[in-house]
């Protein structure tokens, strides 16, 4: 995804408000991490999707399996092609599989 | 008639908070925001408030200040005074400046709500009449010798204005910042309006020497010539689309959508709903926080049988359109 021209970054934030994966530039790869990510998190709790236009760039967030995934774009950026690589890759991003654990040793 | 109200303190969060605990009160009351006092005489200019809430301590212009230019400008309005700096002398200060209510911080927003509406309920003591001519009644108040304040709105324009009466004799009126009779003539315009009436008249000062039937005469001839007649802005952003009156900003909207994307938009509704500053103020920060800079319009799916798009303002605008709509076409009409 970060190929399609002005794609600048990607965030992937759990439904707890955790960094689970970052693609940035180097000055806010730093700062994400420090920042309260909760209070937006729970703002979005019943949203599927959302394109939003700033002054100097846009914001693209779609909920997954996971959590919330952020894309960071500059104001041009194809929104058709970057959402089309969002339904084509978000479904094969799916939580690990828990082992069964202790469940195991009981019967169903 | 909703009525205004006016936050004003120098804390971001402490207003943010307030409104968001106010939402509840939505039917009630509208909140503005103002962050310190010279903002609020501002916006004084621009509305009609029924009441002010004021922090003490602000850069600028402070809320005793803002106190007194109320009190010289607009003795209507009820002031409401809260600090985190409370003294006896501030107190004294405050009642002494005229406010109605000082109350200090830390204070329980349920408690303030209260002491907002028992002040809002003086408002309309008197009364409300719902779709009304205000040329007839106000005669009426003129024969019957009344001493009274009326807040009243227009039921086209949604446009507030304010009629000062003693003894039945029309003082002053009040439409955002005109005064006097050009403001009577623009209220005497209003075929159908909404109005509350309050017992008393705090004003003293006279502004209006005509008759009121000479006056409404002179309505009558300005309607027929026109000389009132408001151009409505075409598009948005001829003006500061979220510095406009709700109503105007609205059809602005609707024609801006109609213009650029056509009878396809799949346009449902436009309104206002503070419900979603709360998510507006957090999507703005992280785009702030992202170095994008201001949150212009976002597009909302909730996998509902409507989408959303949100116009960030005082009030959060919002649209609401069928899932279907040509989404980009729309955010790029919004956008330019």
């Excluded at chain 2, 602000?58 to 700096?85: K, N, Q, R, S, W």
């Excluded at chain 2, 300005?222 to 709700?246: G, M, Q, T």
């Excluded at chain 2, 024609?255 to 507006?280: C, F, H, M, T």
Aim: aromatic fraction near 8%; charge should be negative.
């Amino acid at each position: 995804m970060l190929n399609i021209d002005g794609v600048k970054g990607l965030i992937l934030l759990s439904f707890s408000g955790d960094i689970i994966f970052k693609e940035l530039n180097p000055i806010l790869h730093e700062t994400v991490e420090n920042r309260d990510w909760r209070g937006l998190i729970e703002s979005l709790a019943d949203i599927r999707e959302t394109d939003l236009i700033f002054e100097k760039g846009r914001l693209y967030i779609r909920r997954t399996d996971l959590g919330f995934l952020f894309v960071l774009m500059g104001p041009f950026v194809p929104m058709a092609m970057m959402r089309l690589q969002c339904d084509i890759l978000l479904p094969s991003l799916k939580p690990a599989k828990a082992s069964k654990g202790i469940r195991r040793f009981f019967k169903k | 008639m909703i009525k205004n109200v006016l936050l004003v303190d120098d804390e971001h969060e402490m207003l943010l908070a307030l409104k968001e605990g106010f939402t509840r009160y939505r039917d009630s009351f509208a909140v503005h925001l103002a962050s310190d006092g010279l903002q609020a005489v501002e916006k004084l200019k621009k509305s009609v408030f029924s009441l002010v809430v004021t922090d003490l301590k602000m850069p600028g212009m402070d809320g005793l200040e803002l106190l007194a230019h109320i009190m010289e400008y607009y003795p209507d309005i009820p002031v409401i005074i809260i600090t985190a700096y409370s003294t006896p002398e501030m107190e004294h200060l405050a009642r002494e400046g005229g406010a109605v209510g000082y109350i200090a911080k830390p204070f329980l927003i349920e408690d303030l709500a209260r002491r907002i509406m028992a002040t809002l309920r003086r408002e309309s003591e008197g009364g409300t009449l719902h779709n009304v001519s205000s040329g007839m009644f106000l005669q009426l108040i003129e024969m019957e010798q009344k001493t009274c304040t009326i807040r009243l709105e227009d039921k086209f324009s949604g446009k507030k204005g304010i009629l000062f009466f003693h003894e039945g004799e029309l003082l002053d009126a009040r439409v955002n910042d005109l005064q006097g009779e050009d403001a009577a003539c623009e209220i005497f315009a209003w075929e159908q309006v909404n109005l509350a009436i309050q017992n008393g008249c705090a004003l003293r000062e006279k502004r209006i020497h005509s008759e009121m039937q000479h006056l409404i005469l002179e309505t009558a001839r300005r309607k027929d010539e026109n000389i009132n007649a408001e151009v409505s802005p075409s598009v948005l952003e001829e003006v500061k689309p979220f510095e406009l009156d709700p109503p105007t900003l609205i059809n602005s909207i609707r024609d801006k959508i109609q213009q650029n994307v056509g009878p396809a938009s799949g346009l449902e509704d436009v309104y206002q709903d503070q419900s979603w500053d709360r998510l507006v103020f957090q999507l703005s920060g992280a785009g702030e926080f992202l170095t994008i800079g201001k949150m212009m319009l976002g597009y909302i799916d909730k996998g509902q049988t409507s989408d959303f798009i949100l116009l960030p303002g005082e009030n959060t605008t919002v649209i609401s359109v069928n899932p279907k709509c040509p989404r980009d076409k729309l955010l790029q009409a919004l956008s330019d």
